[in-house]
C-alpha cells in the first residue's frame, strides 16, 4: 500500500511539472499583443517567450511607461500654474486607423517646452534634441486651417552641436500672446475643450511680421505637438474697465516693458450705441508699431478685406469730417496666397506724424484712433480730411494708442 501512495505522489508531481508550463505558453499565446498607454495608441507587437533578464524587461516597449515613444507627459505639472508639451518628429501612419492619423517617429528629433497656464504674458523656456546642425528653427503657435493665418512666432534659433555631437537648440522668451488658441482657430472649442497647437518649424517657411506660413519644407522637418495647450492671458480679462470681447483676436497695447505696440483693428457694425460691437468673423487686422521715437514706424496687415480695394491706414481725429487725419500708408488688398476667395493688404511705413492724439482730437485726453478706410474716401497731406463714408468697408481700432515724438 505504502508503495501505490508513493507511486501516485510522483506520477502527480511530474504531471504538474509537464501542466504548468504548457498553460504558461498558452497564456503567453494569448497576450501576444498590447496596447500602449501613450497618446497614440500604437500596439506593439511582443514575442510570445518573457524577456531573459531584468534589462530585457526595462528594454521591452509594452513595459514602458511611454510605449507609444512619448519622452514623458504633457499637461500642468501638479496644481501649479506650470505646464510641459513634449513636441515630436512625426511621420503618417501608414494604416491611418486612429484619430491622429500620425506617429512618432522612433528615435527622432523631440522637444520640451516649459511654460506657464496664465499671465499676462506667455512665458517658456524650450529644449530640441537631434536637430539638424546649423538650421535656424522658430517655435510658433499654429492656429489651423494652412497657411495659419494669425499664427505667433514665439522665438527663434540656430541648431548648435552639444558635448555628444547631436544637434541642440534652446529657445526662452516672454511673448505677449493674448489668449490661445485664438477665436479663428479651427481647434479653438468654446467650451473650452479644443487648445493650441505648437510646433518648431524652419525659419525660413514662417513669416513672423504677417503672422503665416510661406512654405512647407516637409513633414520630416517639423517637430509637432503630443497634445493641444492653453493660455490663459490674464491682461485680457478686462479692456479699459470692460469685459474682454471673444470676437477679439487678441490683446491691443504694450508689448510686455517693450517700446512696441500692437493694435488689433476690426470690422464693426452700428447699433445705435457708443460701443459700436466687433462683426463675428469680420474682417481684422493688425498694427504693430512704436510707442515713441522720431517717426511712427509702423506694419499693419488687414485679412477677410474685398480684394482689389484701395485701402488707407489712417489717423483719425474726432469729430467728422476729421479735420487734421495723418494719411498712415495705402496699399490694394490681393487674394490670398493660399485660400480662395481671402483678402489680405500689407502697409507698411515711417511717417513724421508728431504726438498722437493731436491737442484738436475731441479723444485728447484718451488717445488716437487708428481707422483703416477706403483710399477714395480719404484726403491726405497737410489739409487731411474725410471727403467720404463707407462704414461697412472700413476697420475700427480695438483700442486707442498714444505715440511720443521724440523730435518735438
Same mark, same amino acid.
Given at each position: 500500500?505504502?508503495?501505490?501512495?508513493?507511486?501516485?505522489?510522483?506520477?502527480?508531481? &511530474?504531471?504538474?511539472?509537464?501542466?504548468?508550463?504548457?498553460?504558461?505558453?498558452?497564456?503567453?499565446?494569448?497576450?501576444?499583443? &498590447?496596447?500602449?498607454?501613450?497618446?497614440?495608441? &500604437?500596439?506593439?507587437?511582443?514575442?510570445?517567450?518573457?524577456?531573459?533578464?531584468?534589462?530585457? =524587461?526595462?528594454?521591452?516597449?509594452?513595459?514602458?511607461?511611454?510605449?507609444?515613444?512619448?519622452?514623458?507627459?504633457?499637461?500642468?505639472?501638479?496644481?501649479?500654474?506650470?505646464?510641459?508639451?513634449?513636441?515630436?518628429?512625426?511621420?503618417?501612419?501608414?494604416?491611418?486607423?486612429?484619430?491622429?492619423?500620425?506617429?512618432?517617429?522612433?528615435?527622432?528629433?523631440?522637444?520640451?517646452?516649459?511654460?506657464?497656464?496664465?499671465?499676462?504674458?506667455?512665458?517658456?523656456?524650450?529644449? +530640441?534634441?537631434?536637430?539638424?546642425?546649423?538650421?535656424?528653427?522658430?517655435?510658433?503657435?499654429?492656429?489651423?486651417?494652412?497657411?495659419?493665418?494669425?499664427?505667433?512666432?514665439?522665438?527663434?534659433?540656430?541648431?548648435?552641436?552639444?558635448?555628444?555631437?547631436?544637434?541642440? =537648440?534652446?529657445?526662452?522668451?516672454?511673448?505677449?500672446?493674448?489668449?490661445?488658441?485664438?477665436?479663428?482657430?479651427?481647434?479653438?472649442?468654446?467650451?473650452?475643450?479644443?487648445?493650441?497647437?505648437?510646433?518648431?518649424?524652419?525659419?525660413?517657411?514662417?513669416?513672423?511680421?504677417?503672422?503665416?506660413?510661406?512654405?512647407?519644407?516637409?513633414?520630416?522637418?517639423?517637430?509637432?505637438?503630443?497634445?493641444?495647450?492653453?493660455?490663459?492671458?490674464?491682461?485680457?480679462?478686462?479692456?479699459?474697465?470692460?469685459?474682454?470681447?471673444?470676437?477679439?483676436?487678441?490683446?491691443?497695447?504694450?508689448?510686455?516693458?517693450?517700446?512696441?505696440?500692437?493694435?488689433?483693428?476690426?470690422?464693426?457694425?452700428?447699433?445705435?450705441?457708443?460701443?459700436?460691437?466687433?462683426?463675428?468673423?469680420?474682417?481684422? +487686422?493688425?498694427?504693430?508699431?512704436?510707442?515713441?521715437?522720431?517717426?511712427?514706424?509702423?506694419?499693419?496687415?488687414?485679412?477677410?478685406?474685398? =480684394?482689389?480695394?484701395?485701402?488707407?491706414?489712417?489717423?483719425?481725429?474726432?469729430?467728422?469730417?476729421?479735420?487734421?487725419?495723418?494719411?498712415?500708408?495705402?496699399?490694394?488688398?490681393?487674394?490670398?496666397?493660399?485660400?480662395?476667395?481671402?483678402?489680405?493688404?500689407?502697409?507698411?511705413?515711417?511717417?513724421?506724424?508728431?504726438?498722437?492724439?493731436?491737442?484738436?482730437?475731441?479723444?485728447?485726453?484718451?488717445?488716437?484712433?487708428?481707422?483703416?478706410?477706403?483710399?477714395?474716401?480719404?484726403?491726405?497731406?497737410?489739409?487731411?480730411?474725410?471727403?467720404?463714408?463707407?462704414?461697412?468697408?472700413?476697420?475700427?481700432?480695438?483700442?486707442?494708442?498714444?505715440?511720443?515724438?521724440?523730435?518735438?
Amino acid at each position: 500500500m505504502y508503495k501505490k501512495i508513493m507511486m501516485l505522489v510522483v506520477v502527480a508531481f &511530474v504531471t504538474g511539472l509537464l501542466v504548468i508550463p504548457s498553460m504558461a505558453k498558452d497564456h503567453g499565446n494569448n497576450n501576444g499583443k &498590447v496596447d500602449s498607454p501613450g497618446k497614440s495608441g &500604437v500596439a506593439h507587437q511582443h514575442a510570445n517567450n518573457a524577456p531573459a533578464d531584468l534589462d530585457d =524587461i526595462r528594454n521591452n516597449h509594452s513595459m514602458d511607461k511611454f510605449a507609444s515613444g512619448e519622452k514623458g507627459p504633457s499637461g500642468p505639472a501638479g496644481k501649479s500654474n506650470v505646464g510641459h508639451l513634449y513636441l515630436y518628429e512625426k511621420a503618417p501612419d501608414s494604416d491611418a486607423t486612429r484619430e491622429d492619423p500620425w506617429l512618432i517617429v522612433e528615435g527622432g528629433m523631440w522637444g520640451k517646452l516649459k511654460y506657464n497656464l496664465s499671465g499676462p504674458t506667455f512665458d517658456f523656456v524650450f529644449n +530640441g534634441h537631434g536637430l539638424p546642425i546649423g538650421q535656424e528653427f522658430t517655435l510658433i503657435y499654429y492656429p489651423d486651417p494652412w497657411p495659419a493665418n494669425g499664427l505667433i512666432c514665439l522665438g527663434s534659433g540656430i541648431v548648435v552641436e552639444d558635448e555628444d555631437g547631436a544637434g541642440s =537648440i534652446h529657445l526662452e522668451g516672454s511673448v505677449d500672446t493674448g489668449d490661445l488658441p485664438i477665436i479663428s482657430d479651427e481647434n479653438y472649442k468654446e467650451d473650452g475643450s479644443g487648445g493650441a497647437k505648437i510646433f518648431l518649424v524652419p525659419t525660413s517657411d514662417v513669416d513672423c511680421v504677417n503672422q503665416v506660413m510661406v512654405h512647407w519644407s516637409g513633414d520630416d522637418a517639423n517637430l509637432y505637438e503630443v497634445a493641444l495647450i492653453t493660455f490663459d492671458d490674464t491682461d485680457t480679462d478686462v479692456v479699459e474697465g470692460k469685459p474682454f470681447m471673444t470676437k477679439e483676436k487678441g490683446k491691443s497695447g504694450q508689448a510686455g516693458k517693450s517700446n512696441i505696440g500692437h493694435l488689433y483693428l476690426y470690422e464693426k457694425t452700428d447699433d445705435g450705441s457708443d460701443d459700436w460691437p466687433i462683426v463675428d468673423g469680420g474682417a481684422w +487686422g493688425k498694427m504693430k508699431y512704436n510707442l515713441s521715437g522720431p517717426e511712427f514706424n509702423f506694419v499693419f496687415n488687414g485679412h477677410g478685406l474685398p =480684394i482689389g480695394q484701395d485701402y488707407t491706414l489712417i489717423y483719425y481725429p474726432d469729430p467728422w469730417p476729421a479735420n487734421g487725419l495723418i494719411c498712415l500708408g495705402s496699399g490694394i488688398v490681393v487674394e490670398d496666397e493660399y485660400v480662395e476667395g481671402v483678402g489680405n493688404v500689407h502697409i507698411k511705413g515711417s511717417v513724421e506724424t508728431g504726438d498722437l492724439p493731436i491737442e484738436s482730437d475731441y479723444n485728447y485726453s484718451d488717445g488716437a484712433k487708428i481707422f483703416l478706410v477706403p483710399t477714395d474716401d480719404v484726403v491726405c497731406g497737410d489739409q487731411g480730411t474725410m471727403v467720404g463714408w463707407h462704414g461697412e468697408l472700413n476697420l475700427y481700432e480695438g483700442a486707442f494708442i498714444t505715440f511720443d515724438d521724440t523730435d518735438e
